[in-house]
Structure formats: C-alpha cells, structure tokens
C-alpha cells in the first residue's frame, strides 16, 4: 500500500490519468489525497468528479477555491467568469450526483503515517490554528456545505473581511474567514492578517507580509502540511511544509509525491501538462 498526495488538477482529466497510469495506482491497494481545484480551467472539470466518485475512498478530495465556486455558481450565488470551464458539469445529465457528492468533500484532512501526522489543505493554515483547531474548524464549514441552509451559505461566503481569525467571530463571518484561510490563503502578516491581492512567488512577498508557512512561532510548525493553490510558488519541499501546486492547467506539470516508509521519506512524480489557459 502506498500514500500519495496529488496538487491542483483543475480539471485536467487527461493529465490526472498520465499520472494515475505512471505512479501505478491501484484502487484496492493505494490511498491518493488530492489537495483542492478538482475542477476549472481545465478541460474535464466533470470527467474529475467522475473518477474520483468511481474510485471510492481510494481517491480522498479536499476542496478548493475553485470547487466551492463551482458550488456557488450551480447554486446562483456567483457568476461563472469568461474563463471558467464549468459548463459540462453544470449542463451533464449527472449534475446533481456529482454535486452532491463535491458539497460532501472536506476542506482539511489528517493522515497519519506510521506514528507521524500529515495535515492536509488546499491553499493554508492560520498561525494562531493548530492541527486539530484547523480539522475542528474545517468541519464547521463543512456542516454549512452539507446543510439545509447550504444556498444561503454560498451566498454569504465571499468576501476579504474579516481579514484576520478572531475566536469570538460567529455567522457569516466566521466560516468567511475559516473558507478564506483554507481555500485562499499565500500571504499574512504576523499577526494573522490575510493578503488577498498578491499572488506572486513567496520571494516577491509584499511589504509586511510573509509566505503563511513562515511566520515565527506559527501553532502548526512541527506538523507536516501538505498544499495546493499556489501555482507561482511551484514545487516546496521543506520538511514540515510541501507544496504541489505546479501549475499543470498553465502548461506546467501535475505533481504526485509518493510517500516511503516515514513521512520524510519523498518522491516526486510528474507530469508535463499541455496549456489549458493562459496566466493573467
């Protein structure tokens, strides 16, 4: 059995088969984690959804940026933009399965490996949150997803403030911050406050701010976090922190590390990826 953690696909169904074909996955005997942008921008945002739903826990999803607006868009809490590839799951026979079954997804999971723990999201951690903190957290939005109140949710969710957690936020605010931490976060200050606007490399960091993954004295620092989301920040492999965001709908590559015995022990995997889109 091996453990595995694949980067952003956004729906590059093509790209994600190469991959699943040259790591020799097997359903019955490896367990895949997917870090978040199952779908958009990409080709096969609904081929995605299909596969994952085909292989059962073998395939274990997080959600997104992109995979909540999806949720949003079908739900008419936003509009899908002139570069959004989300048509053939919003117009498929199945939309409503493979709906169902995204809004069922986590925004954070924990693996543990031997005896070590791997925490998994798709863009970052708060620095104040601990690993249980961010699971606990995680799974107050994940009640939102999977309520009766579900549309009302998505049309609160969006927003940049509050910009920093605060344990005392309650409502809407409160899950914003939570889905805005997990699914958007590159740059804070080192207090906490979240950055929005930049999406550079973290070496072009904007004035205050850091890469979320080095803040001094940051709760989560002697757990590995495994993430997505940033594309210009490319393949990290530090020990406590990896990411895989290697921009595969850029014309980049689809990444897969393949974990050894222990958690420190790495393989990287690729695929090239042909452009799906254009950056900018």
């Keep these: 059995m091996a453990l595995y953690c694949i980067g952003d696909i956004q729906g590059c169904d093509h790209a994600l088969q190469r991959l699943l074909d040259l790591i020799g996955f097997s359903a019955s005997r490896d367990t895949v984690y997917l870090l978040g942008d199952l779908v958009n921008r990409g080709p096969g945002s609904a081929a995605v959804l299909r596969r994952c739903m085909a292989h059962g826990d073998a395939l274990r999803p997080l959600l997104g940026n992109h995979d909540l607006h999806l949720l949003a868009a079908a739900h008419g809490a936003r509009k899908p933009s002139r570069r959004d590839t989300l048509a053939d799951v919003l117009e498929a026979p199945d939309r409503d399965a493979l709906l169902q079954w995204l809004r069922a997804q986590p925004l954070a999971r924990r693996h543990i490996h031997g005896q070590q723990p791997l925490l998994m999201v798709h863009a970052g951690v708060l620095p104040s949150w601990t690993a249980d903190e961010t699971l606990q957290l995680a799974g107050e939005v994940e009640s939102a997803l999977q309520g009766p109140d579900l549309r009302a949710f998505l049309h609160q969710m969006y927003g940049n403030t509050p910009a920093r957690w605060d344990p005392a936020l309650a409502g809407p605010d409160r899950l914003r911050v939570i889905v805005n931490a997990l699914t958007r976060l590159r740059f804070c200050s080192d207090e906490g406050v979240m ?86």
Excluded at 227 to 252: A, E, I, K, Q
Aim: proline share 7%.
């Design 195 to 280: 950055d929005f606007e930049s999406t550079e490399s973290a070496a072009a960091a904007p004035p205050g701010l850091m890469p979320w993954f080095e803040v001094p004295g940051r709760a989560t620092a002697a757990t590995l976090i495994a993430f997505g989301h940033w594309s210009t920040l490319g393949w990290l492999n530090r020990r406590h922190c990896l990411g895989l965001d290697t921009g595969c709908v850029w014309g980049g590559c689809l990444s897969a590390v393949r974990f050894g015995n222990s958690l420190d022990d790495r393989e990287l995997l690729q695929v090239h990826c042909p452009q799906a889109q254009a950056p900018g």
